[in-house]
């Protein structure tokens, strides 16, 4: 029971019975006066009744003649005479119920009036005795009035103080009702400070107390939060050129190998800058990391029309382009300006260009190559324009010969969508730690005369620009008719960016809210990727509003802590952040802890992908990563 309630018992009792005693002491005060009055009323009139009978004599019709007229005014309720030698007797009784009095009230107030007695004399002689008893119904009627009265003013007197009790507690208890909010807003990482400071001691001390925890949690939070950020900025960044690094490059290639990624293809551009030894004894190490920022520059100013570009310095001589939906014609053309103008700064420093120089290895990837590939066939390239001419070598991938051409992956999947084969297949998060699934993460595949899994149909059908109506299908599936093998399950579905960012998106994923999302018989998390988050909050707020309202979590892939601020973590409170196994890995303890810090204030699990080897599974552990997904899950037993 709140402190509220239990103020409020113990105050209104005490009123009630402050109120109810003030009523029962007035109820008996007035009682007590009616009694004596009536008492003191009949006595008067017992001295004037037997005046009058002392004038009749011993005449019986004259003495029943009084006494019937006396009886007649109403203010007795019984009268008798008896003669002195008990000859005569004549009594009048008021037998008659009192009007307006519940038989309930007169046996509660239970009147008792002592009958008034006096003699009756005519001269020197005594004639009889006259006895009345006073008219109880009287003091009954008023007595009833009274406490019909009391009651309705202790009524009004008891609700008006509870009215003005719950005003004043409301009031005097109400910094207690802002520390609560405060103390469950920490609980959420949310940090809020009360500026209204009571003035009440106790409370005041309370308040201030909690502000200053409010203040220092918050300065923990901002501080890890900080120090996430600096350690990605020293993780990713040269410290020279201030570009990315290696460690960015390989962290963010996956996001652009994907089968389902917006890019069909792109180039990677590998460039090296010879010479090196003979610059820095000419010109000076100053002079030549002077050289490294200009060069740096050209290629910033070079790809600036390409948003989603990479620029990083893999070591110390060398530099990789990474550019997206960018053909090979392109890439000539920027890479001939980027070496013209290199050697111009070259020869600017006073150095020779025949010494020093740029070579830039081209290579045209598509989405069906690794980044192993990419990377080898990308140093392949820069080999063989160390011996160029010109310094510049273009290489293409060698044609990897489809199963199936373009016009069949279309007919496969747009049949798929349209006859019912899309199936769901499901891949276990497992807790390594508490020995459970946590999640099952849902694929895809294509049920037709054979199994086609998500990486063999999806890029295909991204190149036939299908991969949204595939998303969609999926989604209305899993709705509308989940499958029984997935009922009472928790289960994460993954949608691309560029799903996402659709103007229809919002509206289809609404529609289908609103209709099934309540008859939804498992639990659902809905993945949306880091890039999106990033890129695009107010979309994603508007997301996550959505999925609040039908009770659906939300989760985070593919993420590489890009961001330059983690503040959206706490904005957004993702069930978990799922990334590949090699980026855990990769990070320096600092990072990771900062990042651990973060997370785990926030209860956000961190979920490691592509696990495939118990190698791998240990590392992650020693890591502190428990949450793994990928085939070494196959061989942890589960609890039951």
Wanted: a negative charge; hydrophobic letters at 40%; aromatic letters at 10%.
């Amino acid at each position: 029971m709140s402190l509220f309630k239990q103020m409020a018992l113990a105050i209104s009792f005490i009123i009630i019975v402050l109120v109810g005693t003030i009523m029962t002491l007035n109820y008996q005060s007035s009682k007590r006066d009616m009694i004596e009055s009536l008492y003191e009323t009949t006595v008067n009139n017992i001295s004037s009744i037997t005046s009058q009978l002392s004038e009749a004599g011993n005449n019986p019709v004259l003495i029943t003649s009084i006494i019937d007229a006396e009886f007649g005014s109403g203010y007795f309720k019984k009268i008798t005479f008896t003669s002195n030698d008990a000859s005569f007797t004549y009594t009048q009784v008021d037998n008659d119920p009192i009007e307006g009095v519940p038989l309930w009230f007169i046996n509660l107030a239970d009147i008792t009036l002592k009958s008034v007695t006096s003699d009756v004399s005519s001269g020197w002689a005594m004639i009889g005795v006259i006895s009345i008893d006073g008219d109880t119904g009287i003091v009954y009627k008023a007595l009833y009035k009274m406490s019909t009265q009391l009651l309705y003013i202790f009524i009004l007197s008891v609700v008006a103080s509870l009215l003005i009790l719950s005003i004043m507690l409301g009031f005097i208890l109400r910094p207690l009702k802002g520390v609560q909010k405060q103390a469950e807003a920490v609980a959420r990482n949310e940090f809020i400070i009360q500026e209204d400071i009571p003035y009440t001691k106790e409370f005041r001390d309370v308040v201030l107390g909690m502000n200053r925890m409010v203040t220092k949690t918050k300065a923990m939070f901002d501080k890890g939060n900080e120090e996430l950020k600096l350690q990605k900025e020293r993780e990713y960044t040269d410290d020279t050129t201030k570009l990315k690094n290696r460690k960015y490059l390989i962290d963010k290639l996956p996001e652009f190998l994907k089968v389902d990624a917006s890019s069909k293809g792109g180039v990677s551009v590998m460039v090296s800058l010879s010479g090196i030894i003979e610059a820095n004894e000419k010109i000076g190490h100053k002079e030549v990391d002077m050289l490294f920022n200009e060069i740096a520059d050209i290629f910033r100013i070079t790809l600036q029309g390409y948003d989603e570009a990479i620029i990083a310095r893999i070591n110390g001589t060398e530099f990789a382009l990474f550019v997206p939906n960018c053909n090979s014609t392109s890439a000539l053309s920027f890479a001939q300006n980027i070496s013209k103008k290199s050697q111009e700064k070259i020869i600017k420093k006073g150095l020779n260009s025949e010494i020093t120089f740029l070579s830039l290895g081209i290579y045209e990837y598509n989405y069906q190559e690794t980044i192993n590939v990419v990377l080898s066939q990308s140093d392949n390239a820069l080999t063989q324009a160390k011996f160029n001419q010109d310094n510049i070598y273009l290489a293409r991938p060698s044609d990897i010969t489809e199963v199936m051409g373009k016009d069949a992956w279309r007919e496969l999947i747009t049949n798929a969508i349209q006859n019912n084969q899309l199936r769901f297949v499901s891949w276990s998060a497992v807790d390594t730690k508490l020995k459970k699934v946590a999640h099952l993460a849902l694929s895809l595949s294509i049920q037709a005369e054979k199994t086609y899994y998500y990486g063999q149909f999806m890029a295909p059908a991204n190149q036939a620009g299908l991969s949204n109506d595939v998303y969609e299908t999926v989604l209305t599936m899993l709705f509308k008719e989940p499958e029984t093998k997935l009922h009472n399950s928790v289960c994460s579905l993954r949608l691309p960016y560029e799903y996402l960012t659709l103007s229809s998106t919002y509206e289809q994923m609404k529609a289908l809210f609103i209709t099934y999302a309540k008859k939804l018989p498992l639990k659902l998390i809905i993945e949306m990727p880091d890039k999106l988050i990033s890129q695009n909050t107010e979309l994603v707020q508007d997301y996550k509003k959505l999925l609040e309202k039908y009770n659906i979590d939300l989760g985070i892939f593919e993420f590489i802590g890009e961001s330059k601020d983690y503040q959206y973590l706490q904005e957004l409170r993702p069930s978990y952040i799922k990334g590949e196994s090699s980026y855990f890995l990769s990070q320096s303890d600092q990072a990771l802890s900062a990042l651990r810090l973060i997370t785990d204030s926030l209860g956000i699990s961190l979920i490691a992908s592509g696990v495939m080897q118990m190698q791998t599974l240990k590392q992650l552990q020693d890591r502190g990563i428990n949450i793994v997904q990928g085939r070494a899950t196959e061989s942890i037993e589960l609890s039951s």
